[in-house]
T-cell receptor, first 112, second 115 residues
Framework: QKEVEQNSGPLSVPEGAIASLNCTYS??????FFWYRQYSGKSPELIMF????GDKEDGRFTAQLNKASQYVSLLIRDSQPSDSATYLC????????????FGTGTKLQVIP | NAGVMQNPRHLVRRRGQEARLRCSPM?????VYWYRQLPEEGLKFMVY????????ESGMPKERFSAEFPKEGPSILRIQQVVRGDSAAYFC?????????????FGDGTRLSIL
């Protein structure tokens, strides 16, 4: 079982729709969860983080966390073509230095 | 307000040569992480360093690869006797600490090409 599982996609949504990106993780001790966006040929860019169960909203982005189910998701409302990128889920576990583990990412395509 | 600085942005080497990749963390950050990304693949953790200490090198190949973060100057990822399979993007990230809730911030990466 992979430590972090994401559907590789591509996930295609029409412009203006809601994009839903999902992630499951195996380390039950994970405490913090980061979402990064990576455009093709570019470096990862932090867009959201969440620590507590429930929802966290920031502009068009909402992160949802369910630690009991070991599941974290990212919703993007009013999707724009500029949101087309790969989205990386990154749980941060316990342990000596609380290592961050990156998923392989979900590629999102927003169709104009 | 400089972010994580990596250089060079692009590096071309012939097989058997050495590659040196540099990373200066964000101001106030003392923790550095190196990742490798092959085309169309995910980020693979290589090594985590603090000043003058390697904390976790579990992702680093045992041979030809080494990393350091000296008291003064940037962190260096060194690849000796490069082979074609070393061609990849190498990203450096930094954080102010390693505790919970402290995200890593990435540099623009070094694209290494082996001829």
């Amino acid at each position: 079982q992979k430590e972090v599982e994401q559907n590789s996609g591509p996930l295609s949504v029409p412009e203006g729709a809601i994009a839903s990106l999902n992630c499951t993780y195996s380390d039950r001790g994970s405490q913090s969860f980061f979402w990064y966006r990576q455009y093709s040929g570019k470096s990862p860019e932090l867009i959201m983080f969440i620590y507590s169960n429930g929802d966290k909203e920031d502009g068009r982005f909402t992160a949802q966390l369910n630690k009991a189910s070991q599941y974290v998701s990212l919703l993007i409302r009013d999707s724009q073509p500029s949101d087309s990128a790969t989205y990386l889920c990154a749980p941060q576990g316990p342990g000596g230095y609380q290592k961050v583990t990156f998923g392989t990412g979900t590629k999102l395509q927003v169709i104009p | 307000n400089a972010g994580v600085m990596q250089n060079p942005r692009h590096l071309v080497r012939r097989r058997g040569q050495e590659a040196r990749l540099r990373c200066s963390p964000m101001k106030g950050h003392s923790h550095v992480y190196w990742y490798r990304q092959l085309p169309e693949e995910g980020l693979k953790f290589m090594v985590y360093l603090q000043k003058e200490n390697i904390i976790d090198e579990s992702g680093m190949p045992k041979e030809r690869f080494s990393a350091e973060f000296p008291k003064e100057g940037p962190s260096i990822l060194r690849i000796q006797q490069v082979v074609r399979g070393d061609s990849a993007a190498y990203f450096c990230a930094s954080s102010p600490g390693s505790g919970g809730g402290q995200p890593q911030h990435f540099g623009d990466g070094t694209r290494l090409s082996i001829l």
